[in-house]
């Protein structure tokens, strides 16, 4: 159970890193440029509101990028048959982040980072709890790691 909700949170991971690519290629290539245009009119400018949510879900990429790191370390050293998460949440993440990518022009709203965080949150939360039960020596270095993830989720 542990590897397939790995599996569903690198999925997650790539479908975010796929959509920020393109919301970055497309700003900076297409934007502003109409076909057959001979010269490029100016680029719109970000709003920030449009800023902060890039911002946000950059942080949320890395607090993403940081838990799988965790959750590797956690299942090298878990008991065989012990499931580390609820396969729902791990499917819920993944959803959330499909969604994310066919939103209309790749726009990322306010409720999709909130929902994307609060489920991020909520795995951390459990892989803290399971890793509290485990109670050995190497739990003490991923609790710590956990700590700090729980600490650094943004506000939206």
Do not use: W
Request: positive net charge.
């Amino acid at each position: 159970m542990g590897l397939c909700s790995l599996t569903h949170h690198i999925e997650a991971l790539n479908i975010l890193n796929e959509l920020r690519a393109h919301a970055t290629t497309s700003n900076r290539d297409g934007e502003g440029q109409r076909p057959g245009a001979l010269m490029k009119e100016p680029r719109r400018l970000k709003t920030i509101a449009e800023r902060a949510r890039e911002s946000c879900l950059a942080r949320l990429l890395e607090i993403l990028t940081r838990l799988i790191s965790i959750e590797e370390d956690v299942i090298k050293n878990v008991s065989c048959g012990k499931s580390l998460l609820k396969h729902k949440d791990s499917v819920d993440l993944k959803n959330i982040c499909l969604r994310m990518a066919v939103a209309e022009g790749g726009s990322r709203s306010d409720r999709d980072l909130r929902e994307l965080r609060d489920c991020l949150r909520l795995i951390v939360g459990n892989l803290l709890a399971y890793v509290r039960e485990e109670n050995n020596l190497s739990s003490t270095e991923t609790i710590h790691r956990l700590r700090e993830l729980c600490n650094s989720f943004p506000e939206i």
